[in-house]
């Protein structure tokens, strides 16, 4: 399982980059989706979003899901190449597979990758 | 293996768990004189008795394969099914009572999915069909549905030509009743729909989709190519609610720009059959692919390499996605779909053509002989197809009594649905009738225009 170290989690499975403000599914989260052949992005570019408000719809050969804002802040970009690639999200999860980008989050009440290492563990992985 | 739900000692365990004493108990919440209604039941026929009875009330019927000639259509027509379709129909490896999920075992109805679903594809002119839905009405409320998927809820406005067949408007509503909706348009006058300004200026920002019927339900042509591009250039989808057997001659929605086409696939190897059950039909590009409801059948390759049917896209029903599907409608309509497969296959791309100029060339036989008889008169000056507006010198109701005692089933009384059009009749032809039937038709409106 790659947990990148110096990334912020959810425990809905999102990853948040305090860096860049990228924003994406961990490599937990799209192993257990399996391949991934349908991604949309709900909101838009300027949205302000709510801490746990869906922000993409997945669909896999076996699962539909939805992934959810990790933090209350606004967007400011979107990942337009996913539409066209969605298996990207399962090749690469933590750097082409980004779906959006928000700026101006608190991302103080989210866990680091040791929690979540651990959080996964716990369920059974 | 045996399939016994429970014995008696199970249902005692059941009961016992849940600290429930007799099953009667379980009613109790129901009040009392609810609960076991005397239903009044006459005493149970035996099997010859019940065949007998049914028999009798089965003589109450006028068919129209051999009492009646029809010319009623609206929305369900009656054309010649060749007997191979039946024949197809009832082959018993096709009677199943569920939609095969295995692939392993369910190859031969997976393809005739995929292959309805191809044929429905070229005969719309669009890219993609999916496996059917209930009937017309159905599918075109189904398209509201994807529209709104579409726009992600954001627009919630439909707009309704009100040529549009009055019962799937009506079905439409029922469909939406809790989506908060706005339904527009189908108050407008029923005049030149494709140049109606009245019907362009409905379209706002809000609205998701426009719903056109083609031909339209007073029978009439359009060809619909800019009324969608100004649609378009509103940001708005746009459905066209189509006749499958005029789609064999003219130009087809998919060449006009349509994103979504839908309709009732009845004409296509269907008997009437007293309203059901019928053929729900439904296409849209590929790009919508992901926000189309019902089942969808795939071709790929297994895993020695050969040709076979999947389900696919799955993930988007509502048995998955639940309450986040477009639709919670996740069947189709399996053997009317092999129907129209067969139908379709047989006739081909000629004969096909040909049903459609047969009734075509009826149809307007017909209307110039009736508009010949002083008091009858096209309603629209229009093109039409097989259907057309006929202005009576009498209430249709009552020119179809007389019509009914000379042995033929009249037309639709659109004063029923449309106060403006008073005394006045829809009348249909297709290939099924011959010329002397229209000739007599003919005959009795003279009759009783001076009756």
Not at chain 1, 61 to 76: D, G, L, N, R, W
Not at chain 2, 115 to 144: F, K, R, W
């Amino acid at each position: 399982m790659n947990i990148p170290a110096n990334f912020k989690y959810t425990k809905t499975d999102e990853w948040l980059d305090p860096i860049t403000g990228k924003v994406g599914l961990t490599d937990y989260a799209q192993s257990q989706l399996s391949d991934i052949v349908f991604v949309e992005v709900v909101v838009a570019v300027g949205d302000t979003l709510q801490a746990g408000k869906a922000i993409v719809s997945v669909e896999s050969v076996k699962a539909a899901a939805e992934s959810y804002a990790p933090v209350t802040a606004k967007v400011t970009a979107i990942n337009e190449e996913l539409a066209n690639n969605p298996e990207v999200l399962n090749s690469d999860p933590y750097d082409q597979g980004w779906m959006i980008k928000v700026e101006g989050a608190d991302t103080a009440g989210l866990m680091d990758s040791a929690a979540y290492t651990k959080y996964c563990e716990e369920r059974g992985h | 293996m045996t399939y016994i739900p429970h014995s008696p000692k199970e249902r005692d365990d059941m009961l016992n768990t849940i600290g429930v004493k007799n099953l009667e108990d379980l009613f109790r919440d129901v009040p009392e004189k609810y609960r076991f209604p005397n239903l009044h039941l006459p005493p149970a026929l035996t099997e010859m008795e019940a065949a007998t009875e049914l028999g009798e009330l089965s003589l109450g019927n006028d068919n129209i394969r051999t009492d009646l000639v029809s010319f009623l259509g609206a929305g369900a027509y009656n054309h010649y099914i060749p007997a191979v379709v039946d024949h197809i129909l009832q082959r018993s490896e096709y009677s199943t009572a569920y939609t095969p999920y295995q692939p392993e075992i369910s190859q031969g109805t997976l393809q005739a999915i995929f292959e309805y679903q191809s044929l429905i594809s070229a005969l719309t002119g669009m890219e993609v069909s999916n496996a059917s839905h209930y009937d017309g009405a159905t599918a075109v409320a189904e398209a509201v549905a994807m529209a709104y998927a579409q726009f992600r809820g954001k627009r919630t406005k439909i707009v309704l030509s009100p040529a549009i067949n009055p019962q799937y408007r009506a079905v439409l509503r029922t469909y939406t009743q809790d989506m908060n909706l706005t339904i527009a348009g189908d108050t407008l006058s029923v005049g030149q729909i494709p140049d109606s300004n009245a019907l362009i200026n409905l379209i706002d920002d809000n609205t998701a989709l426009v719903i056109v019927q083609y031909p339209d339900f007073f029978g009439r042509i359009y060809d619909y190519t800019a009324l969608i591009d100004a649609i378009h250039a509103r940001g708005a989808l746009v459905c066209v609610a189509a006749n499958p057997i005029v789609l064999g001659l003219l130009k087809t929605p998919g060449a006009m720009g349509a994103d979504i086409v839908a309709g009732e696939g009845q004409p296509l190897g269907i008997p009437l059959s007293f309203g059901g059950p019928y053929l729900g039909f439904f296409a849209t590009r590929k790009q919508f692919i992901h926000k189309m409801a019902g089942r969808l059948v795939g071709e790929t390759a297994d895993n020695r390499g050969q040709r076979a049917y999947v389900l696919t896209l799955t993930a988007r029903e509502q048995h998955i996605k639940r309450e986040r599907a477009t639709s919670n409608i996740c069947t189709n309509q399996g053997l009317m779909a092999l129907a129209a497969a067969v139908y379709l296959s047989l006739l081909g791309r000629g004969g096909l053509r040909q049903v459609a100029e047969l009734c075509y060339h009826k149809a307007h036989y017909a209307a110039e002989k009736i508009t010949g008889i002083p008091g009858y008169a096209l309603s629209f000056d229009t093109p039409f197809f097989h259907e057309f507006s006929v202005g009576c010198p009498k209430p249709v109701a009552e020119i179809n009594a007389s019509l009914l005692e000379h042995g033929f089933l009249g037309g639709y009384d659109l004063g029923q649905d449309y106060p403006a059009l008073r005394d006045t009749m829809l009348l249909a032809v297709t290939e099924m009738n011959t010329k002397d039937e229209i000739d007599a038709l003919a005959d009795v409106l003279a009759e009783v225009a001076h009756a």
